[in-house]
Protein backbone atom coordinates (compact mmCIF):
# COMPACT_ATOMS: atom_id res chain seq x y z
CA UNK A 1 0.00 0.00 0.00
CA UNK A 2 1.83 3.13 -1.22
CA UNK A 3 1.93 6.25 1.76
CA UNK A 4 -0.05 8.35 -0.47
CA UNK A 5 -3.17 5.76 -1.04
CA UNK A 6 -5.54 5.92 1.96
CA UNK A 7 -5.16 10.18 2.42
CA UNK A 8 -5.84 10.64 -1.72
CA UNK A 9 -8.67 7.99 -1.80
CA UNK A 10 -9.54 9.70 1.43
CA UNK A 11 -9.81 13.22 -0.26
CA UNK A 12 -11.51 11.88 -3.42
CA UNK A 13 -14.39 10.10 -1.63
CA UNK A 14 -14.69 13.10 0.87
CA UNK A 15 -14.35 15.99 -1.47
CA UNK A 16 -14.77 14.66 -5.15
CA UNK A 17 -17.65 12.48 -3.66
CA UNK A 18 -18.82 13.69 -0.86
CA UNK A 19 -19.01 17.57 -1.71
CA UNK A 20 -18.79 17.48 -5.28
CA UNK A 21 -21.08 14.66 -6.64
CA UNK A 22 -21.16 14.15 -10.18
CA UNK A 23 -19.96 17.42 -10.48
CA UNK A 24 -16.43 16.00 -10.02
CA UNK A 25 -17.08 14.70 -13.56
CA UNK A 26 -15.66 17.58 -15.11
CA UNK A 27 -14.73 19.52 -11.80
CA UNK A 28 -11.79 16.75 -10.09
CA UNK A 29 -11.54 15.55 -13.62
CA UNK A 30 -12.62 11.92 -13.13
CA UNK A 31 -13.79 11.65 -17.04
CA UNK A 32 -9.85 12.21 -18.01
CA UNK A 33 -8.45 10.26 -15.40
CA UNK A 34 -8.50 7.20 -17.30
CA UNK A 35 -6.14 8.56 -19.82
CA UNK A 36 -3.79 9.89 -17.59
CA UNK A 37 -3.11 7.01 -15.95
CA UNK A 38 -2.56 5.00 -18.95
CA UNK A 39 0.17 6.88 -20.40
CA UNK A 40 1.73 7.25 -17.01
CA UNK A 41 1.25 2.97 -16.87
CA UNK A 42 2.56 3.01 -21.13
CA UNK A 43 6.13 4.82 -20.01
CA UNK A 44 6.55 1.94 -17.59
CA UNK A 45 6.12 -0.34 -20.23
CA UNK A 46 7.96 1.31 -23.32
CA UNK A 47 4.34 2.41 -24.82
CA UNK A 48 3.57 5.80 -26.44
CA UNK A 49 0.86 7.82 -25.17
CA UNK A 50 -2.43 7.82 -26.31
CA UNK A 51 -1.64 3.57 -26.91
CA UNK A 52 -3.01 2.64 -23.63
CA UNK A 53 -6.48 2.10 -22.04
CA UNK A 54 -6.50 0.85 -18.65
CA UNK A 55 -9.94 -0.56 -17.05
CA UNK A 56 -11.91 -3.53 -16.78
CA UNK A 57 -9.65 -7.03 -15.53
CA UNK A 58 -6.80 -8.18 -17.26
CA UNK A 59 -9.41 -11.34 -18.48
CA UNK A 60 -11.61 -8.64 -20.67
CA UNK A 61 -8.87 -6.93 -21.99
CA UNK A 62 -7.45 -10.25 -23.50
CA UNK A 63 -10.69 -10.59 -24.84
CA UNK A 64 -10.93 -7.66 -26.96
CA UNK A 65 -7.16 -7.72 -27.88
CA UNK A 66 -7.32 -11.23 -28.88
CA UNK A 67 -10.73 -11.04 -30.87
CA UNK A 68 -8.80 -8.06 -32.45
CA UNK A 69 -5.92 -10.26 -33.19
CA UNK A 70 -7.64 -12.58 -34.94
CA UNK A 71 -9.91 -10.02 -36.75
CA UNK A 72 -6.48 -8.87 -38.50
CA UNK A 73 -5.21 -11.55 -39.37
CA UNK A 74 -8.21 -12.86 -41.34
CA UNK A 75 -8.68 -9.65 -42.93
CA UNK A 76 -5.42 -9.92 -43.77
CA UNK A 77 -5.96 -13.59 -45.42
CA UNK A 78 -3.34 -15.24 -43.22
CA UNK A 79 -3.87 -18.67 -43.60
CA UNK A 80 -3.42 -19.80 -40.30
CA UNK A 81 -5.99 -20.94 -38.25
CA UNK A 82 -4.42 -21.30 -34.74
CA UNK A 83 -3.83 -19.47 -31.69
CA UNK A 84 -1.00 -20.16 -29.89
CA UNK A 85 -0.06 -20.41 -26.43
CA UNK A 86 1.85 -22.09 -23.44
CA UNK A 87 0.22 -25.21 -22.11
CA UNK A 88 1.16 -23.98 -18.46
CA UNK A 89 -0.09 -19.86 -18.96
CA UNK A 90 -2.25 -18.53 -16.27
CA UNK A 91 -5.53 -20.23 -16.78
CA UNK A 92 -7.70 -17.28 -17.53
CA UNK A 93 -5.19 -16.61 -20.60
CA UNK A 94 -6.28 -20.09 -21.32
CA UNK A 95 -9.75 -19.74 -21.10
CA UNK A 96 -10.56 -16.41 -22.43
CA UNK A 97 -7.61 -17.59 -25.11
CA UNK A 98 -10.43 -20.44 -25.75
CA UNK A 99 -13.19 -18.68 -26.11
CA UNK A 100 -11.42 -16.25 -28.76
CA UNK A 101 -11.07 -19.41 -30.94
CA UNK A 102 -14.81 -20.65 -30.49
CA UNK A 103 -15.94 -16.61 -31.74
CA UNK A 104 -13.31 -16.46 -34.27
CA UNK A 105 -13.21 -19.82 -36.11
CA UNK A 106 -9.79 -20.67 -34.87
CA UNK A 107 -8.13 -23.30 -32.87
CA UNK A 108 -6.34 -22.97 -29.62
CA UNK A 109 -2.69 -25.32 -29.89
CA UNK A 110 -0.83 -25.38 -26.21
CA UNK A 111 2.94 -25.67 -26.29
CA UNK A 112 6.21 -25.94 -24.20
CA UNK A 113 8.19 -22.90 -23.60
CA UNK A 114 11.07 -24.62 -24.76
CA UNK A 115 9.13 -25.72 -28.34
CA UNK A 116 9.93 -22.13 -29.11
CA UNK A 117 10.07 -20.66 -31.92
CA UNK A 118 9.65 -24.24 -33.60
CA UNK A 119 6.10 -23.88 -32.57
CA UNK A 120 5.85 -21.10 -34.63
CA UNK A 121 4.96 -22.06 -37.98
CA UNK A 122 2.70 -20.61 -41.09
CA UNK A 123 -0.63 -22.23 -38.88
CA UNK A 124 -0.22 -19.64 -35.99
CA UNK A 125 -2.23 -16.43 -36.68
CA UNK A 126 -1.76 -15.27 -32.87
CA UNK A 127 0.97 -16.19 -30.17
CA UNK A 128 -0.60 -15.43 -26.56
CA UNK A 129 2.34 -15.67 -24.32
CA UNK A 130 2.88 -14.23 -20.51
CA UNK A 131 6.18 -12.25 -20.77
CA UNK A 132 7.00 -13.77 -17.00
CA UNK A 133 5.56 -17.39 -15.56
CA UNK A 134 3.43 -16.86 -12.67
CA UNK A 135 5.05 -19.88 -11.43
CA UNK A 136 8.56 -20.15 -12.19
CA UNK A 137 9.10 -16.15 -13.11
CA UNK A 138 10.58 -17.41 -16.39
CA UNK A 139 10.71 -14.33 -18.14
CA UNK A 140 11.08 -14.70 -22.24
CA UNK A 141 13.36 -12.80 -24.83
CA UNK A 142 10.07 -10.31 -26.04
CA UNK A 143 11.81 -9.12 -28.72
CA UNK A 144 13.46 -12.40 -30.30
CA UNK A 145 9.92 -13.97 -29.85
CA UNK A 146 8.40 -10.95 -31.89
CA UNK A 147 10.87 -11.32 -34.73
CA UNK A 148 10.41 -15.15 -35.04
CA UNK A 149 6.51 -14.74 -35.03
CA UNK A 150 6.40 -11.81 -37.24
CA UNK A 151 8.73 -13.66 -40.14
CA UNK A 152 5.47 -16.37 -40.32
CA UNK A 153 3.24 -12.79 -40.21
CA UNK A 154 2.29 -13.61 -36.80
CA UNK A 155 1.07 -11.33 -34.39
CA UNK A 156 2.01 -11.41 -30.92
CA UNK A 157 -0.21 -10.68 -27.82
CA UNK A 158 2.06 -10.53 -24.62
CA UNK A 159 -0.07 -10.98 -21.03
CA UNK A 160 2.45 -8.45 -18.70
CA UNK A 161 0.94 -9.43 -15.27
CA UNK A 162 4.26 -9.87 -13.91
CA UNK A 163 6.36 -7.69 -15.77
CA UNK A 164 4.97 -4.03 -15.27
CA UNK A 165 6.73 -2.27 -12.76
CA UNK A 166 9.09 -5.08 -12.11
CA UNK A 167 11.17 -5.06 -14.92
CA UNK A 168 12.01 -3.03 -17.58
CA UNK A 169 9.71 -3.44 -21.29
CA UNK A 170 10.02 -2.12 -24.03
CA UNK A 171 6.86 -2.75 -26.39
CA UNK A 172 7.37 -0.10 -28.96
CA UNK A 173 10.30 1.79 -30.60
CA UNK A 174 12.76 -1.02 -30.94
CA UNK A 175 15.40 0.39 -34.07
CA UNK A 176 13.89 -2.57 -36.05
CA UNK A 177 9.93 -2.14 -35.77
CA UNK A 178 9.90 -6.71 -36.00
CA UNK A 179 11.25 -6.52 -32.61
CA UNK A 180 8.06 -4.65 -31.16
CA UNK A 181 5.03 -6.27 -29.65
CA UNK A 182 1.41 -6.14 -31.12
CA UNK A 183 -0.36 -5.97 -28.35
CA UNK A 184 -0.76 -6.40 -24.47
CA UNK A 185 -2.55 -6.22 -21.71
CA UNK A 186 -1.50 -6.96 -18.00
CA UNK A 187 -3.02 -6.29 -14.07
CA UNK A 188 -2.51 -2.80 -11.94
CA UNK A 189 -2.63 -5.02 -8.83
CA UNK A 190 0.92 -6.28 -8.50
CA UNK A 191 4.23 -4.47 -8.62
CA UNK A 192 1.93 -1.65 -9.87
CA UNK A 193 0.63 -1.29 -6.23
CA UNK A 194 -2.90 -0.51 -6.89
CA UNK A 195 -4.48 -2.23 -4.79
CA UNK A 196 -6.93 -5.59 -4.91
CA UNK A 197 -9.18 -5.51 -8.29
CA UNK A 198 -7.17 -2.42 -9.63
CA UNK A 199 -7.98 -1.91 -13.22
CA UNK A 200 -6.22 -3.57 -15.78
CA UNK A 201 -5.08 -2.56 -19.18
CA UNK A 202 -4.46 -3.31 -22.92
CA UNK A 203 -1.76 -1.58 -25.15
CA UNK A 204 -1.84 -2.07 -29.18
CA UNK A 205 0.60 -1.04 -31.35
CA UNK A 206 0.42 2.65 -33.15
CA UNK A 207 0.32 0.81 -35.99
CA UNK A 208 -2.16 -1.80 -35.39
CA UNK A 209 -4.52 1.95 -34.02
CA UNK A 210 -3.68 3.68 -37.10
CA UNK A 211 -5.26 0.83 -38.86
CA UNK A 212 -8.26 -0.27 -36.41
CA UNK A 213 -9.57 3.27 -36.78
CA UNK A 214 -8.75 4.20 -41.01
CA UNK A 215 -10.55 0.51 -41.61
CA UNK A 216 -13.27 0.98 -38.81
CA UNK A 217 -12.25 -2.45 -36.95
CA UNK A 218 -13.77 -2.80 -33.47
CA UNK A 219 -13.33 -4.78 -30.62
CA UNK A 220 -16.21 -6.67 -29.77
CA UNK A 221 -17.54 -5.32 -26.34
CA UNK A 222 -18.55 -1.41 -27.80
CA UNK A 223 -19.65 0.46 -24.73
CA UNK A 224 -20.40 3.93 -24.45
CA UNK A 225 -17.48 5.33 -23.17
CA UNK A 226 -15.74 3.84 -26.22
CA UNK A 227 -17.98 5.65 -28.26
CA UNK A 228 -16.63 8.42 -30.53
CA UNK A 229 -19.11 11.06 -28.63
CA UNK A 230 -20.18 9.21 -25.38
CA UNK A 231 -22.59 12.70 -24.34
CA UNK A 232 -24.02 12.64 -27.76
CA UNK A 233 -26.04 9.54 -26.96
CA UNK A 234 -26.47 8.27 -30.07
CA UNK A 235 -28.46 4.81 -30.97
CA UNK A 236 -25.86 3.55 -32.61
CA UNK A 237 -22.08 2.66 -32.29
CA UNK A 238 -19.65 4.65 -33.78
CA UNK A 239 -16.04 4.01 -32.28
CA UNK A 240 -13.77 6.35 -31.05
CA UNK A 241 -10.54 6.66 -32.48
CA UNK A 242 -8.01 4.38 -31.62
CA UNK A 243 -7.53 2.83 -28.18
CA UNK A 244 -10.18 4.68 -27.12
CA UNK A 245 -12.19 2.07 -28.53
CA UNK A 246 -10.64 -0.40 -26.20
CA UNK A 247 -12.82 1.23 -23.35
CA UNK A 248 -16.21 -0.22 -22.71
CA UNK A 249 -18.25 1.30 -19.26
CA UNK A 250 -17.78 3.58 -16.74
CA UNK A 251 -14.33 3.46 -14.76
CA UNK A 252 -14.39 3.05 -11.17
CA UNK A 253 -13.06 6.43 -9.92
CA UNK A 254 -11.59 5.26 -6.80
CA UNK A 255 -10.21 1.83 -7.77
CA UNK A 256 -8.64 4.51 -10.78
CA UNK A 257 -7.49 6.83 -8.25
CA UNK A 258 -5.43 4.10 -6.13
CA UNK A 259 -3.60 2.63 -9.49
CA UNK A 260 -2.65 6.66 -10.01
CA UNK A 261 -0.87 6.47 -6.36
CA UNK A 262 1.03 2.84 -7.40
CA UNK A 263 2.14 4.05 -10.77
CA UNK A 264 2.93 7.52 -9.82
CA UNK A 265 4.99 5.85 -6.57
CA UNK A 266 7.21 3.82 -9.17
CA UNK A 267 7.43 7.12 -11.29
CA UNK A 268 9.47 8.85 -8.07
CA UNK A 269 12.11 6.90 -9.01
CA UNK A 270 12.44 8.32 -12.78
CA UNK A 271 15.45 10.65 -11.15
CA UNK A 272 17.29 7.45 -9.77
CA UNK A 273 17.25 5.74 -12.85
CA UNK A 274 13.66 4.68 -13.10
CA UNK A 275 12.93 1.07 -13.98
CA UNK A 276 16.18 0.45 -14.83
CA UNK A 277 17.56 0.98 -10.85
CA UNK A 278 14.37 -0.50 -10.02
CA UNK A 279 15.55 -3.64 -12.09
CA UNK A 280 18.67 -4.23 -10.50
CA UNK A 281 17.39 -3.84 -7.14
CA UNK A 282 14.64 -6.49 -8.15
CA UNK A 283 17.76 -8.84 -9.46
CA UNK A 284 20.34 -8.38 -6.22
CA UNK A 285 16.77 -9.01 -3.88
CA UNK A 286 15.89 -12.27 -6.08
CA UNK A 287 19.68 -13.46 -6.51
CA UNK A 288 20.19 -12.91 -2.60
CA UNK A 289 16.70 -15.10 -1.76
CA UNK A 290 17.98 -17.79 -4.07
CA UNK A 291 21.30 -17.95 -2.68
CA UNK A 292 20.56 -17.63 0.59
CA UNK A 293 17.85 -20.54 0.27
CA UNK A 294 20.08 -22.75 -1.38
CA UNK A 295 22.75 -22.06 1.16
CA UNK A 296 20.58 -21.88 4.97
CA UNK A 297 17.84 -24.51 3.98
CA UNK A 298 19.27 -27.16 1.80
CA UNK A 299 18.06 -31.15 2.91
CA UNK A 300 14.26 -29.79 3.11
CA UNK A 301 13.25 -31.10 -0.20
CA UNK A 302 12.88 -27.52 -1.56
CA UNK A 303 13.22 -27.36 -5.57
CA UNK A 304 13.99 -24.21 -7.35
CA UNK A 305 12.35 -23.72 -10.41
CA UNK A 306 13.27 -20.05 -11.38
CA UNK A 307 16.01 -19.65 -13.44
CA UNK A 308 19.67 -19.14 -11.90
CA UNK A 309 20.19 -16.57 -14.12
CA UNK A 310 18.71 -13.33 -14.07
CA UNK A 311 18.09 -12.46 -17.95
CA UNK A 312 15.97 -15.48 -17.65
CA UNK A 313 13.93 -14.60 -14.25
CA UNK A 314 10.95 -11.80 -13.66
CA UNK A 315 10.90 -10.73 -9.52
CA UNK A 316 9.76 -13.49 -7.89
CA UNK A 317 11.25 -17.04 -6.58
CA UNK A 318 9.61 -19.93 -6.75
CA UNK A 319 10.45 -23.86 -5.10
CA UNK A 320 8.54 -26.59 -5.71
CA UNK A 321 7.61 -29.00 -2.67
CA UNK A 322 5.20 -31.73 -1.61
CA UNK A 323 4.37 -29.65 1.89
CA UNK A 324 4.38 -26.34 -0.13
CA UNK A 325 0.70 -25.21 1.09
CA UNK A 326 1.40 -26.26 4.87
CA UNK A 327 5.33 -24.66 4.70
CA UNK A 328 3.69 -21.54 3.15
CA UNK A 329 0.84 -21.14 5.63
CA UNK A 330 3.50 -21.48 8.46
CA UNK A 331 5.64 -18.58 6.51
CA UNK A 332 2.44 -16.42 6.31
CA UNK A 333 1.67 -16.58 10.05
CA UNK A 334 5.00 -15.65 10.63
CA UNK A 335 4.33 -12.40 8.70
CA UNK A 336 6.62 -13.90 5.52
CA UNK A 337 3.54 -13.38 3.00
CA UNK A 338 4.58 -15.19 0.02
CA UNK A 339 1.38 -17.16 -1.98
CA UNK A 340 1.30 -21.17 -2.88
CA UNK A 341 -0.19 -22.41 -6.21
CA UNK A 342 -1.12 -26.15 -6.81
CA UNK A 343 0.71 -28.41 -9.01
CA UNK A 344 -0.50 -29.24 -12.59
CA UNK A 345 -0.80 -32.91 -11.69
CA UNK A 346 1.58 -33.72 -14.51
CA UNK A 347 3.59 -37.00 -14.57
CA UNK A 348 7.25 -35.35 -13.68
CA UNK A 349 8.79 -31.57 -14.62
CA UNK A 350 8.77 -28.42 -13.18
CA UNK A 351 4.85 -28.80 -13.03
CA UNK A 352 4.48 -31.43 -11.23
CA UNK A 353 4.40 -30.31 -7.25
CA UNK A 354 2.51 -27.46 -5.51
CA UNK A 355 4.96 -24.19 -5.35
CA UNK A 356 5.89 -21.88 -3.29
CA UNK A 357 6.66 -18.04 -4.51
CA UNK A 358 8.16 -15.01 -3.33
CA UNK A 359 7.93 -11.92 -5.02
CA UNK A 360 11.20 -9.51 -4.40
CA UNK A 361 8.92 -6.11 -4.91
CA UNK A 362 11.96 -3.89 -5.41
CA UNK A 363 10.22 -0.67 -4.24
CA UNK A 364 9.56 -1.73 -0.14
CA UNK A 365 11.46 -4.72 0.53
CA UNK A 366 15.15 -4.31 1.71
CA UNK A 367 17.52 -6.38 1.47
CA UNK A 368 17.33 -7.52 5.45
CA UNK A 369 14.02 -8.30 4.91
CA UNK A 370 15.26 -11.26 2.41
CA UNK A 371 17.33 -11.99 5.29
CA UNK A 372 14.34 -12.59 7.84
CA UNK A 373 12.25 -14.14 5.15
CA UNK A 374 14.76 -17.17 4.63
CA UNK A 375 15.96 -17.52 8.84
CA UNK A 376 11.92 -17.84 8.79
CA UNK A 377 11.83 -20.45 6.13
CA UNK A 378 14.93 -22.05 7.36
CA UNK A 379 13.55 -22.36 10.68
CA UNK A 380 10.22 -23.71 9.65
CA UNK A 381 11.40 -26.44 7.92
CA UNK A 382 14.12 -27.13 10.57
CA UNK A 383 11.85 -27.47 13.35
CA UNK A 384 8.65 -29.00 10.97
CA UNK A 385 6.80 -26.37 12.54
CA UNK A 386 4.45 -26.45 8.99
CA UNK A 387 3.33 -29.98 10.26
CA UNK A 388 0.91 -28.76 12.78
CA UNK A 389 -2.48 -29.66 11.01
CA UNK A 390 -3.85 -26.27 11.35
CA UNK A 391 -1.48 -25.36 8.30
CA UNK A 392 -3.06 -27.89 6.13
CA UNK A 393 -6.41 -26.80 5.88
CA UNK A 394 -7.02 -24.92 2.76
CA UNK A 395 -8.33 -21.13 2.48
CA UNK A 396 -10.55 -20.23 -0.38
CA UNK A 397 -7.73 -18.44 -1.87
CA UNK A 398 -4.21 -19.55 -1.49
C1 LIG B 1 -0.42 -13.94 -15.94
C2 LIG B 1 -1.75 -13.51 -15.38
N1 LIG B 1 -2.73 -13.11 -16.21
C3 LIG B 1 -3.94 -12.72 -15.74
C4 LIG B 1 -4.19 -12.72 -14.37
C5 LIG B 1 -5.53 -12.34 -13.80
O1 LIG B 1 -6.35 -11.63 -14.60
P1 LIG B 1 -7.59 -10.78 -14.03
O2 LIG B 1 -7.11 -9.37 -13.86
O3 LIG B 1 -8.62 -10.90 -15.09
O4 LIG B 1 -8.02 -11.39 -12.73
C6 LIG B 1 -3.20 -13.11 -13.49
C7 LIG B 1 -3.48 -13.09 -12.03
O5 LIG B 1 -2.71 -13.35 -11.20
C8 LIG B 1 -1.96 -13.52 -14.00
O6 LIG B 1 -0.98 -13.93 -13.17
Not at 279 to 300: F, H, I, N, P
Amino acid sequence: LPKATAARLASVVQHEWGEGLIRSWNDAGWIGLARGVADRLGSLVGAPAGTVAVGDSTSVNLFKVLSVAADLQRRDGHRGSVILSERSNFPTDLYIAESVAQHSGLTLRLVDHHELPAALDGDVAVVLWTHVHYRSGRMLPMAAINRAAHAQGTLVVWDLAHSAGAVPVTLCGAADPVDDADFAVGCGYKYLNGGPGAPAFAWAHPRHLDRITREDIRQPLSGWLGHAAPFAFEPTYRPAEGIERFTCGTPSILALTALDCGIQTLLEATPLGGMAAIRRKSETLTQLLMDLVAARCGGWGLQRITPAEAKDRGSQASWAHPHGYEVMQALIERGVIGDFRAGLGRASGDDALGILRLGCAPLYLRHTDIWDAVETLREVLDTGLWRDPRYGRRSAVT
